[in-house]
């Protein structure tokens, strides 16, 4: 009984593991655990009733009224928005028109879409399905390789974890404690990296092998140059602003997370109108998918929430690290590394949300209080940052990852039925080596992460 009451917090960790595995809800789990290890304590003597009431206060001053977290509901609803009001076919249409002499035209505009998508949408399902119907059909109708294809679109999807205003490094921000435009500008350029290491593959594969991207014929699209105005200027013109203007008025310190994500509900609202697509049914629906997705988020944090506030009160930080020791693992790159492993393998069965919310909070303080010092630089504000990107680019990585990533199913679930799995499976082969050579950037060269914040002055 000794050692059961030493080692609770870490039976109260592989416990939560167990109940997910069994299919329950993630929000429930979490909460449900915590509360009956809580009990559990109390009756060992190794935690204090009273401090349950204290559950219920860190879950409306950390959660309901945190002023960053305020800018989700509106950061969800403006790529519900953006997504129900044909915006993502304006811009492959624009796209395909400025690429379509540039060899594999076609997979290079969805890619470049979907770098452009993966601010606004920022859900990893939404986009990748969103890019299935509106870009495999005519990839495959134009004589596109279907490896290619669905590697193509997959990768483009699973951008909008990364790329900012992500949903997922709001959530970071809160659970790492910072700066939720710190995470912004720190994975902006390692986004873009990614984005391009994909493009080099893409004009690589057209240039070996035509056969498997052929170009766009002359006779496709507008002919004149009235035409191609047009179509350009209504495909990239109003989303290129709304972002320029979202993310410019974070990065120049003008406005807060919070603010700006307004200002993107304002933004996408408009483009809806001037495309004359905003109907009181499409609103409707926007509504109604961005409150289905704010409940999941606010329910899951909130769980997470009592979790790792009865996990430290049971002594979870310092028995997780004494563990981690015991394993021989107690130099700060060997704890990075298994961190780094450990997401990457939770990233088949978990969604990022759950995993940010379950290892953050216990792997995250103990990284920060090991010195990388002479990796990323003297100033401790740096390292958050830094981790919030390798966190980020690893989730993406996981996410593309056969057999269980789950991008795998959300393009199962839209391709057409001569498409196999086993396609599928091969299609991300190419482009889940890009992003593990992606993440070793990242890891390696810390100055991609860092600079961007550092001359924006939010590391100070």
């Not at 790529?79 to 400025?98: F, H, N, T, W, Y």
């Not at 601010?119 to 990893?124: M, S």
């Amino acid at each position: 009984m000794a050692w059961f009451a030493e080692n609770l917090a870490l039976i109260m960790f592989a416990t939560m593991f167990v109940v997910i595995f069994c299919g329950y809800p993630v929000a429930y789990v979490l909460g449900g655990t915590g509360l009956i290890f809580g009990l559990i304590g109390w009756s060992l003597g190794e935690f204090s009733l009273v401090k349950i009431n204290s559950i219920l206060l860190r879950m409306w001053g950390g959660v309901a009224v945190d002023p960053v977290l305020v800018s989700l509901p509106m950061f969800i609803f403006m790529g519900a928005i953006l997504e129900r009001s044909g915006v993502a076919k304006d811009m492959l249409d624009a796209a395909q028109v400025m690429l379509r002499r540039t060899p594999g035209g076609l997979a290079v505009a969805v890619m470049v879409m979907g770098t452009i998508l993966a601010a606004p949408i920022g859900v990893v399902g939404a986009s990748v399905i969103l890019l299935s119907l509106i870009s495999l059909p005519p990839m495959l109708k134009a004589g596109y390789d279907k490896r290619l294809s669905l590697g193509t679109i997959a990768s483009a999807g699973t951008l909008g974890i990364l790329i900012p205003p992500s949903i997922m490094l709001v959530v970071m921000g809160e659970m790492l404690n910072t700066s939720a435009g710190a995470l912004f500008a720190a994975a902006t350029i390692p986004g873009f990296v990614l984005s391009g290491l994909y493009l080099l593959y893409i004009w690589g594969v057209a240039l070996a092998k035509p056969e498997w991207a052929p170009k766009i014929p002359r006779d496709q699209g507008p002919q004149t140059a009235r035409e191609t105005f047009v179509v350009v200027g209504r495909g990239l013109l109003p989303m290129t602003t709304l972002m320029v203007v979202v993310l410019g008025s974070i990065f120049a310190g003008w406005a807060t997370a919070t603010e700006s994500a307004g200002v993107g509900c304002a933004g996408s609202l408009l483009i809806a109108w001037m495309n004359g697509r905003l109907r009181l049914t499409m609103l409707r629906e926007s509504i109604r998918d961005a409150c289905r997705a704010n409940g999941l988020v606010f329910m899951v944090v909130l769980g997470a929430t009592g979790f790792s506030l009865i996990f430290r009160e049971l002594g979870g930080d310092e028995l997780m690290l004494s563990t981690l020791e015991a394993m021989g693992i107690d130099t700060p790159w060997e704890m990075m590394i298994f961190v780094m492993v450990l997401i990457f393998l939770l990233g088949f069965p978990f969604e990022w949300i759950e995993i940010c919310l379950i290892v953050l909070p216990v792997f995250g303080p103990i990284l920060a209080k090991m010195d990388f010092s002479s990796h990323i630089g003297p100033n401790p504000a740096a390292f958050m940052p830094w981790f919030a990107t390798l966190v980020a680019v690893n989730l993406q990585t996981s996410f593309m990852s056969p057999p269980f990533g789950a991008t795998l199913f959300y393009m199962k679930g839209t391709v057409p039925p001569d498409c196999s799995m086993t396609d599928v499976y091969r299609g991300m082969y190419p482009f889940l080596a890009l992003q593990v050579i992606g993440l070793f950037l990242c890891l390696a060269f810390p100055g991609l992460s860092l600079w961007l914040p550092q001359i924006a002055g939010l590391l100070d």
